[in-house]
Structures are given as structure tokens and as C-alpha cells.
């Protein structure tokens, strides 16, 4: 895994309420630039980044029940098929923490599996808040999201609490093994940090500084 190896798993962010149609525009046009893998935006942005970015290579990603995931599982599921039929490449979900904190995981798991289904095939992240979870509940998490059909367990949302740690990442990767992926997200803004995680287990990044990570890249 190299540096450069890691701009490439770079979902770049942009998840503020009040973001531009032009600030929108301006994170596609640095996905193109600094080659990241993704542009991750609110579902009323899908359209916008699809225009820039058909064809490029570089997905559209957005998020459904966000950002605490606590809406009922059919709400989440119809959010997944519009914004798929919106254009969306890839979903993050957020899992029902309350559930998740009742141990009641066979909730937990149709949760998510309502929204792999909608999402037809497009690969689905499911956001566990770690931050809030016991290492227990985070293995129990990582297993009913794997059962379900998830493509990856993702860290945090970035909106609650510390975000991505090393320990977490090792924890998901030693559950979940190669059964499905791991992203970390969540007040990563270094290219060290990004390292770390990648090195942890990471295969995909998810940062609002994917911009000064590529420039401290560049600067080397």
C-alpha cells in the first residue's frame, strides 16, 4: 500500500447542509484532479455530480437514513431505490444505533439488508458510529452487516464523537476479514492519518480534506 495507493480510496466528502451548487461542482472537479475514488454528497446533490462526473470512472456515493439512523427500516429502503434511480453509484446507510444498543441485532441486520435490496446491486457501507459502541457491539455490528449483504462496515458518520481510530479499523478487519470491506471516516485529515487506517485494514477512506491530503502527497 503505498501513498499514492491510498489518494485512490479517497471518497471526498462534502456533507454540509448549506454546500453550494458551486462548492458541489468544485469537489467533482477535484475528484477529477487529484484522482479520488469517490464524490460523496447529500441525495438532492446526485444530479449535479453526475453531470460532471458521467463518464470519468469516478463514483457518485450518498448517504440514506444519515446521519443517525434511526428512521423506519421502509423509509430507509425507498430513500435507497430513489437515490439510485437518481444515480447514485454507492449508498452509506447509518445502522439503527438503538437497536444496535438493545442487542436486538436480527433488527440490525433487516435494517440493512432492506437497503442492500433497494440498492440493487450498488455497493452498500454501513456506517456503525463506533465511537458509540462497545468492542462487542462492534464485532455484533460488523456481523449482521456481513449477513446482510453489506460491501462495507464504515467507522463514523464524522458527525458524532473522536470518528475513525486504528483500534476500531483493526477490530472491523479482524471481524469482518474478507467477507466485506472497511472505511474509515471520521476526522481523518493527514496523510499519516489516511496511512494509518489503510494500513489497519482500510480499503476506502472517506475525509472532507481529501484536497490538502493529495497536496501534502504532492508536497513531498
Known amino acids: ?49 453526475k453531470k460532471i462526473l458521467d463518464g470519468s470512472g469516478v463514483k457518485v456515493a450518498t448517504v440514506v437514513g444519515f446521519p443517525h439512523g434511526e428512521t423506519l427500516s421502509k423509509t430507509k429502503a425507498a430513500e435507497a431505490r430513489q437515490v439510485i434511480k437518481e444515480g447514485a453509484d454507492e449508498i452509506d446507510m447509518v445502522m439503527c444505533l438503538s437497536k444496535a444498543k438493545e442487542g436486538k441485532w436480527n433488527y440490525v441486520e433487516k435494517d440493512i439488508k432492506g437497503v442492500v435490496e433497494a440498492a440493487e446491486g450498488a455497493p452498500v457501507k454501513v456506517i456503525l458510529e463506533t465511537c458509540l459502541l462497545t468492542d462487542n457491539e462492534i464485532t455484533e455490528a460488523c456481523k449482521a452487516a456481513m449477513r446482510a449483504g453489506a460491501a462495507f462496515v464504515k467507522t463514523s458518520t464524522g458527525f458524532v464523537g473522536e470518528g475513525a481510530t486504528v483500534k476500531n479499523v483493526e477490530l472491523m478487519k479482524e471481524t469482518v476479514k474478507n467477507k466485506c470491506e472497511v472505511k474509515a471516516a471520521g476526522g481523518i485529515r493527514t496523510l499519516d492519518q489516511a496511512m494509518a487506517m489503510a494500513k489497519a485494514g482500510a480499503t476506502r477512506i472517506g475525509t472532507s480534506s481529501g484536497v490538502a491530503i493529495a497536496k501534502e502527497l504532492m508536497g513531498k
Do not use: N, W
Open 1 to 49: 500500500m503505498t501513498e499514492r495507493d491510498v489518494i485512490g480510496m479517497i471518497d471526498h466528502t462534502i456533507l454540509k447542509q448549506t454546500a453550494s451548487k458551486t462548492e458541489i461542482a468544485q469537489a467533482c472537479e477535484d475528484a477529477l484532479e487529484y484522482g479520488f475514488y469517490s464524490v460523496c454528497v447529500y441525495p438532492v446533490q446526485i444530479k449535479t455530480c
